[in-house]
């Protein structure tokens, strides 16, 4: 069975960091692209960022690029997003789902239960 479980959120004022973590099982992680994907309150999922399997290249939303880093530790089966110079705009609950590829498509098959974070002073 394929579980996806985020941790790492939280409150944090603007300017201030996070590092969202993501546990991926049931599944070869190593062979998978994975996405972390966002949701604010009262609007749609909006893609953040993807990092591919095997070279494990990435890519961003033009609104998180130069402040979020996307990693993976494949040993450790984990999906990172480290979170910098947060905006209140940053404010969503933040999901990682696994892609149906080893390379970036943005189709996922799983996501997470999703981690809240808050950009508030």
């Known amino acids: 069975e394929v579980q996806l479980v985020e941790s790492g959120g939280g409150l944090v004022q603007p300017g201030g960091s996070l590092r969202l973590s993501c546990a991926a099982s049931?599944?070869?992680?190593?062979?998978?692209?994975m996405s972390w994907v966002r949701q604010a309150p009262g609007k749609g999922p909006e893609w953040v960022s993807a990092i591919n399997s095997g070279s494990g290249s990435t890519s961003y939303a033009d609104s998180v690029k130069g402040r979020f880093t996307i990693s993976r530790d494949n040993a450790k089966n984990a999906l990172y997003l480290q979170m910098n110079c947060l905006k209140p705009e940053d404010t969503a609950v933040y999901y990682c789902?696994?892609?149906?590829?080893?390379?970036?498509?943005?189709?996922?098959?799983?996501w997470g239960q999703g981690t809240k974070v808050t950009v508030s002073s």
């Open positions: 789902a696994k892609e149906r590829g080893g390379s970036s498509s943005l189709e996922y098959d799983y």
């Open positions: 049931g599944f070869t992680f190593s062979s998978y692209a």
